[in-house]
């Protein structure tokens, strides 16, 4: 009978062994909050973002990106068109581009600030990108109705509505378009005179208000194309009344 008191202290332990087992089961594969942040990670997990994942990489914006987020003071955001976004772009628009103007395409999607999107709300437009060509960094605009917020490149025009990250140092938002911007995509010729110094009575009046409004018949999102002749018309109104205005 000396087991009696073995099998009892194993007996009345045993509880606490399955409470310690199931605690540390339970803390053990929790995420580490901390620890480098990791952007190609977190579009990966998502599934939908395979072609930004490549671009990414093949550019190697992805590693300036991570040497980024942990240099600067500031942030980052980044766009990231779903795979179903690059489906959509025209055949050979990517493909057509040179290995400098992919670089500007993806960096384009990159924002040198964090930005929550209550942020986007109130920001003064244009954004500057991390794209920047001769004429300097290329610009996106964000207009907001309620919480609502919509990114425009001039050329594309879409909602932003699914935060995949938003902490800083980093925030990523999904975007159902690629963002193409103007100074790539845009219908003003490449070798741009400079801008003629209009007075605002020769623009025509009626014109302001039916380019500061697409019409309905614009709003299909068929094309990026039609879209885009609008928003190259109210850009170019847009410089136009600036260069009177300067
Ligand atoms: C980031 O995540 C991707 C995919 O999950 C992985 O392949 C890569 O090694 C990670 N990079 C870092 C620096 O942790
Ligand atoms: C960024 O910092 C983290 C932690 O401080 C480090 O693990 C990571 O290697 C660094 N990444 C780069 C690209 O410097
Ligand atoms: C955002 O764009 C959609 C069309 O894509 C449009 O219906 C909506 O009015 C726009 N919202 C704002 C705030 O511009
Ligand atoms: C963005 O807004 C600024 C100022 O409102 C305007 O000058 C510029 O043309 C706009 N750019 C685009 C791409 O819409
Ligand atoms: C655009 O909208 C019109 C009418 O709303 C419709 O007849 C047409 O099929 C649409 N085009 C596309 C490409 O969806």
């Given at each position: 009978?000396?087991?009696?008191?073995?099998?009892?202290?194993?007996?009345?332990?045993?509880?606490?062994?399955?409470?310690?087992?199931?605690?540390?089961?339970?803390?053990?594969?929790?995420?580490?909050?901390?620890?480098?942040?990791?952007?190609?990670?977190?579009?990966?997990?998502?599934?939908?973002?395979?072609?930004?994942?490549?671009?990414?990489?093949?550019?190697?914006?992805?590693?300036?990106?991570?040497?980024?987020?942990?240099?600067?003071?500031?942030?980052?955001?980044?766009?990231?068109?779903?795979?179903?976004?690059?489906?959509?772009?025209?055949?050979?628009?990517?493909?057509?581009?040179?290995?400098?103007?992919?670089?500007?395409?993806?960096?384009?999607?990159?924002?040198?600030?964090?930005?929550?999107?209550?942020?986007?709300?109130?920001?003064?437009?244009?954004?500057?990108?991390?794209?920047?060509?001769?004429?300097?960094?290329?610009?996106?605009?964000?207009?907001?109705?309620?919480?609502?917020?919509?990114?425009?490149?001039?050329?594309?025009?879409?909602?932003?509505?699914?935060?995949?990250?938003?902490?800083?140092?980093?925030?990523?938002?999904?975007?159902?378009?690629?963002?193409?911007?103007?100074?790539?995509?845009?219908?003003?010729?490449?070798?741009?005179?400079?801008?003629?110094?209009?007075?605002?009575?020769?623009?025509?009046?009626?014109?302001d208000s039916k380019a500061a409004e697409?019409?309905?018949?614009?709003?299909?999102?068929?094309?990026?194309?039609?879209?885009?002749?609008?928003?190259?018309?109210v850009?170019?109104l847009?410089?136009?009344?600036?260069?009177?205005?300067?």
């Amino acid at each position: 009978m000396a087991s009696t008191p073995l099998s009892l202290t194993i007996l009345t332990l045993t509880p606490f062994l399955f409470l310690f087992l199931h605690s540390n089961a339970q803390t053990a594969p929790a995420p580490a909050p901390s620890g480098p942040v990791n952007l190609t990670g977190i579009l990966d997990k998502n599934g939908q973002f395979t072609t930004f994942i490549r671009l990414l990489t093949e550019t190697q914006v992805a590693s300036q990106i991570a040497n980024q987020i942990n240099s600067s003071t500031e942030g980052l955001t980044v766009f990231a068109p779903t795979d179903n976004a690059f489906r959509t772009l025209a055949a050979g628009a990517l493909n057509g581009l040179s290995d400098q103007k992919k670089v500007q395409l993806i960096l384009y999607h990159v924002l040198p600030k964090y930005y929550t999107l209550a942020n986007f709300e109130t920001v003064s437009n244009p954004v500057r990108t991390q794209a920047a060509g001769n004429d300097g960094p290329f610009g996106l605009n964000f207009t907001a109705q309620g919480n609502q917020v919509n990114v425009t490149s001039g050329v594309v025009e879409t909602q932003i509505n699914n935060a995949l990250r938003q902490q800083f140092p980093l925030a990523v938002y999904q975007v159902e378009k690629v963002l193409l911007p103007e100074e790539l995509f845009g219908t003003k010729s490449p070798t741009s005179a400079p801008a003629p110094e209009k007075t605002p009575a020769e623009t025509p009046k009626n014109k302001d208000s039916k380019a500061a409004e697409p019409s309905p018949s614009d709003n299909n999102d068929s094309g990026p194309r039609k879209t885009s002749v609008g928003l190259g018309l109210v850009v170019g109104l847009g410089l136009v009344c600036m260069g009177a205005l300067s």
